[in-house]
């Protein structure tokens, strides 16, 4: 049982450059979240999804964007990568029948913006 | 905002001793509070849940206390062992536009010591 993946582990970019964090889930979820986490701000939710085709902002949106055309891929888009988006971005899913509480994250991949 | 204070940030235990991790969460409408613990270079793994119609859960040597009235909830583990010894975080969640909106404390670095 796989459960979610993420790839790359690990990305150093340059500002300015596009990027893309990868997110795979074997569960089926329908729910899949995308997060980041910086010390002392805990997890801050990018972007979630509900359903394939279905996205929404969450708290801190801004530089990012998301795409679902398949249920299993949540891919995180930075169009144009600045240094202040240096973090360790974590990818989540839910179940919709357990009424989607219980959010369940992958490895995280922490990328550095230079 | 709605935001989830967590403390201590850090505490440090023998191991047998017990631990005591608080957080206090600001949105009455809040249902559901998760605790997650993060390994060095992993994800955050849930650990246990509370939900609002109940006052306590206990999962072995964990146990989670809630107090609606205060908006107060802790995690409480006992006979503390070194490999309980990781980044634990506390959440508070609502059903929000959609999806279960999870709002996360800053974090508790716990080390047991042998």
């Known amino acids: 049982d796989a459960g979610i993946t993420q790839s790359p582990r690990y990305k150093i970019t340059e500002t300015g450059r596009q990027v893309t964090l990868m997110c795979h889930q074997t569960?089926?979820?329908?729910?899949m979240f995308w997060y980041r986490q910086d010390l002392g701000h805990g997890l801050r939710l990018i972007y979630y999804?509900?359903?394939?085709?279905?996205?929404d902002k969450g708290e801190v949106p801004d530089g990012y964007v998301v795409s679902r055309s398949k249920t299993e891929n949540f891919p995180l888009t930075l169009e144009s990568a600045t240094r202040s988006q240096t973090s360790v971005y974590f990818c989540?899913?839910?179940?919709?029948?357990?009424?989607?509480?219980?959010?369940?994250f992958g490895p995280g991949t922490r990328l550095t913006v230079t | 905002g709605e935001n989830v204070e967590q403390h201590p940030s850090t505490l440090s235990v023998q191991e047998g001793d017990s631990a005591v991790i608080k957080c206090t969460y600001s949105?009455?409408?809040?249902?559901?509070f998760p605790w997650y613990k993060q390994e060095l270079g992993k994800g955050p793994q849930l650990i246990i849940d509370?939900?609002?119609?109940?006052g306590e859960k206990k999962d072995q040597r964990i146990a989670v206390t809630l107090n609606k009235t205060a908006k107060h909830f802790s995690l409480h583990i006992t006979e503390t062992q070194p490999e309980d010894s990781a980044v634990y975080f506390c959440?508070?969640?609502?059903?929000?536009?959609?999806?279960?909106?999870?709002?996360f404390g800053a974090g508790t670095r716990l080390a047991v010591h042998p």
């Open positions: 989540a899913s839910s179940d919709r029948e357990r009424q989607a509480y219980e959010q369940y």
């Open positions: 569960w089926s979820h329908s729910y």
């Open positions: 999804s509900a359903a394939a085709d279905i996205t």
């Open positions: 949105d009455s409408a809040s249902n559901y």
């Open positions: 509370i939900r609002s119609n109940v």
């Open positions: 959440a508070a969640g609502r059903w929000s536009g959609g999806y279960n909106k999870l709002i």
